[in-house]
């Protein structure tokens, strides 16, 4: 499976038709990136929108980003992902995780001890059966990780990670954990904008969901951003490290700096002021980084 050094996360599908979201798909397959990542929380199904996008797409790797472990059992999980493997050779990747302690409170769950669910989870995944055509290599999983015992579990039962919300400090400090072998895909928001003062209000508005979520915010203060750097839709500098923004040459560095960090690959996730827009001028232009 080659993902590419750069690929695309966006959860902008969701709120378009299928139709619409499988030509948008085609372009970014057109423009030459390696991989869509897609997300799952109450949008479209991720094993269903990503059998309408590869359905669209000629060489595209796509990506869940991520699978909600608590969204369906493991074996319908392993079911899914080896119907997508054997019809898509390659071209699936699932990317799984355990998502957040309010979004699986909502399903009717209950989210405590989450490291040992996810590797009971994988346990489940791996025994379970599978009596249809099998796809002709063993399928890939990536782990979204963030703390370092998740990361752990990723370097001994996953092809690697796909940490989400995140600076190239905590790429190479994931690299460390992971080792040499598995594969590192972090997430990083990009905004084409130079004026600070609109990034910044841009990023912001995408950043206030997540500073609400327990395992991003202990993430931010692992890495060492304080309470007051989390606060208030996040100081200026937490902010300028979760989102790059400026011209091309700014998101290029910052793509090298989790590249040189030892990111294998880096979707880019491009955000618009308008948080519905499908940003295609957006990929159009940052493509010329491939």
Request: aromatic content about 6%; hydrophobic content about 50%.
């Amino acid at each position: 499976m080659d993902l590419g050094r750069i690929g695309i996360w966006t959860g902008v599908l969701d709120l378009q038709p299928a139709a619409r979201a499988q030509e948008a798909a085609a372009e970014l397959d057109a423009l030459g990136y390696g991989a869509l990542w897609i997300p799952e929380a109450f949008g479209r199904e991720a094993f269903t929108s990503s059998a309408l996008l590869l359905a669209a797409t000629r060489r595209l790797v796509v990506a869940t980003g991520i699978a909600n472990i608590w969204g369906r059992d493991a074996t319908a999980m392993a079911g899914a992902q080896r119907t997508l493997a054997e019809a898509y050779p390659e071209r699936f990747l699932l990317g799984m995780g355990v998502s957040h302690a309010p979004l699986v409170g909502m399903r009717g769950h209950d989210y405590a001890r989450p490291l040992s669910a996810m590797g009971r989870y994988l346990d489940a995944m791996d025994q379970a059966p599978f009596v249809a055509c099998p796809p002709p290599s063993p399928p890939k999983r990536v782990l979204a990780a963030l703390a370092p015992k998740m990361l752990a579990l990723a370097a001994r039962r996953a092809w690697g990670s796909h940490p989400y919300f995140v600076p190239p400090e905590h790429t190479a400090r994931a690299r460390a954990i992971l080792g040499a072998g598995p594969v590192l895909a972090p997430e990083q928001a990009v905004i084409l904008e130079r004026d600070a003062t609109t990034a910044r209000a841009v990023a912001r508005a995408h950043m206030g969901m997540y500073l609400a979520l327990p395992n991003y915010v202990n993430n931010l203060r692992r890495l060492g951003f304080t309470d007051e750097d989390v606060a208030n839709g996040g100081s200026d500098r937490l902010v300028d490290a979760i989102v790059a923004w400026g011209d091309l040459e700014a998101i290029a560095r910052r793509v090298r700096a989790h590249h040189d960090a030892g990111a294998d690959h880096v979707c880019l996730q491009a955000l618009d002021p308008d948080p519905r827009a499908l940003p295609l001028r957006q990929w159009r232009e940052l493509a010329a980084l491939l």
